[in-house]
C-alpha cells in the first residue's frame, strides 16, 4: 500500500516544485529584474550574461522588458559640462593656475563601442586625461602675459583642436572647451598690470602727439590755400577788370531810385568819376 502511493507522492512534489518556481519566477517579475525604465535623456546598452555587449542595438527612452539573464546599462547621453582646476606650467617655468570647463556628448549609436571600450566612467579614462593633457602642452608654449590677456582666445582655441582630436574618434563629440579663469603669482600679475597700464598711456601720448601733428597738417594747408587764393584774386585784377567792374557799378547806379548825381569822365586810371547828392 506504501509502495503504490510512492509515486503519487513524486508527482505531488515534482508540481509543488513546478509551482514554487512558477511563483518565484511571477515575483521577479513583479520586482521588477526583468524591466528597466530607461528615463529622459538616457539611453541603454544591453549586456547578456551568454552573449556579451550587443554591438548592433541601443534602447531609447521608456520601460525596457528583457530576460533576467540580460541586463540594461544606462548611460547619459544629453550634453554635459564639467570644470577642472588645474596647476600647469608656462613657457618660462612660472606656475600657473586655471580653471577649463570641456562640454561634450557622447554619441547614442556608438554607446555600445563606448560601453565596452570605456564603461560609464569613459569621462575619467577618456576626456579627463585628454583635457589635462591639452592643457598642459598649449599652455607651456606661452608667457604668464600672454595667458593673463591677449593670447586668450587663441589659447582656448589650441586647447579645443587638441582635445577634439583626440576625444571624438573615441565615440565622444566635444562641444567646446573654455578658460574659465587664470591665476597668476600675485607679483606677476602686478607686473603684467603695471606693464599694460604703461603701454595704454604711452599709446594714449602718441595718440595725443599724433592729433597735434595731423592739426598742424591741416592748418598749413589751410594756410598756403589761402596765401594761393590771395595770389590768383591779385593776378586777376588788370586794369581792363577793373574798368569793366566801374561801368558796371555806374551803371547800377543809374538805374536806382535813389537821389544822386553822376558825372563821368576819365580820370588817370580810365574809371568813371561818381559822386553823391552831397
Not at 580810365?270 to 553823391?276: D, E, N, T, Y
Request: proline share 4%.
Amino acid at each position: 500500500m506504501a509502495t503504490n502511493n510512492y509515486p503519487n507522492l513524486t508527482r505531488a512534489l515534482a508540481r509543488m516544485g513546478v509551482l514554487v518556481l512558477l511563483f518565484i519566477l511571477l515575483a521577479a517579475m513583479a520586482g521588477g529584474c526583468m524591466t528597466t525604465t530607461i528615463g529622459s535623456g538616457q539611453a541603454g546598452v544591453k549586456y547578456s550574461i551568454f552573449g556579451g555587449t550587443d554591438l548592433n542595438q541601443t534602447f531609447g527612452e521608456g520601460l525596457q522588458v528583457h530576460a533576467p539573464w540580460v541586463d540594461i546599462i544606462r548611460y547619459d547621453v544629453r550634453v554635459e559640462e564639467k570644470l577642472e582646476a588645474m596647476e600647469v606650467l608656462s613657457s618660462n617655468g612660472l606656475n600657473i593656475g586655471m580653471d577649463v570647463s570641456v562640454r561634450w556628448q557622447p554619441e547614442v549609436d556608438r554607446l555600445p563601442q563606448l560601453h565596452t571600450t570605456y564603461g560609464t566612467d569613459y569621462y575619467r579614462k577618456l576626456i579627463q586625461p585628454e583635457l589635462r593633457s591639452a592643457v598642459r602642452e598649449v599652455v607651456g608654449r606661452y608667457t604668464p602675459e600672454q595667458l593673463y590677456s591677449s593670447k586668450r582666445t587663441e589659447l582656448q582655441g589650441q586647447i579645443f583642436e587638441r582635445v577634439k582630436t583626440g576625444v571624438e574618434p573615441r565615440f565622444v563629440k566635444v562641444e567646446a572647451v573654455l578658460i574659465r579663469d587664470v591665476r597668476l603669482p600675485e607679483q606677476i600679475r602686478v607686473a603684467i598690470e603695471n606693464k599694460l597700464k604703461e603701454e595704454q598711456e604711452a599709446e594714449r601720448y602718441q595718440y595725443t602727439l599724433e592729433k597735434e601733428r595731423l592739426e598742424a597738417e591741416r592748418k598749413r594747408i589751410e594756410a598756403e590755400g589761402e596765401a594761393e587764393y590771395q595770389r590768383i584774386i591779385t593776378q586777376s585784377l588788370s586794369s581792363q577788370f577793373l574798368r569793366f567792374k566801374g561801368i558796371e557799378a555806374t551803371q547800377l547806379l543809374a538805374n536806382s531810385p535813389n537821389t544822386k548825381t553822376i558825372i563821368i569822365g576819365a580820370g588817370d586810371d580810365g574809371l568813371p568819376v561818381i559822386l553823391g547828392g552831397q
